[in-house]
């Protein structure tokens, strides 16, 4: 059974910090690539961060580059995202997501978290 599971959401004043955490199971984690989305209020989601499958690359929404970063540990099968000096429209439930391309098939396989609010208030 395929689970994402993340934590580490919560209410943080404006220029602080948190770490998300997402743990994998039920697939080979280290065959995806992983991404964070949100989705604020209203919104539509938004992919935030993603990271290949073996770490080497990662890459950022301009919206919050210098401040999150994105990092996963194949050994623990888990995927991170720490944010630092959050602002009020970091405010949104962020989700974990698992994606992998098989090109010679055109299969798509993806699998998605239920996700972690995130509240940046004061």
């Known amino acids: 059974q395929v689970q994402l599971v993340e934590s580490g959401g919560g209410l943080v004043q404006p220029g602080g910090s948190l770490r998300l955490s997402c743990a994998a199971s039920?697939?080979?984690?280290?065959?995806?690539?992983m991404n964070w989305y949100r989705q604020a209020p209203g919104k539509e989601r938004e992919l935030v961060a993603g990271?290949?499958?073996?770490?080497?690359?990662?890459s950022y929404v301009d919206s919050v580059k210098g401040r999150f970063t994105i990092s996963r540990d194949n050994a623990k099968n888990t995927v991170s995202l720490q944010m630092n000096s959050l602002k009020p429209e970091d405010t949104a439930v962020y989700y974990c997501?698992?994606?992998?391309?098989?090109?010679?098939?055109?299969?798509?396989?993806?699998?998605w978290g239920q996700g972690t609010q995130v509240t940046v208030s004061s």
């Open positions: 039920g697939f080979t984690f280290s065959n995806y690539i």
């Open positions: 997501n698992a994606l992998m391309l098989v090109v010679a098939s055109l299969r798509r396989y993806e699998y």
């Open positions: 990271i290949t499958s073996d770490g080497g690359m990662a």
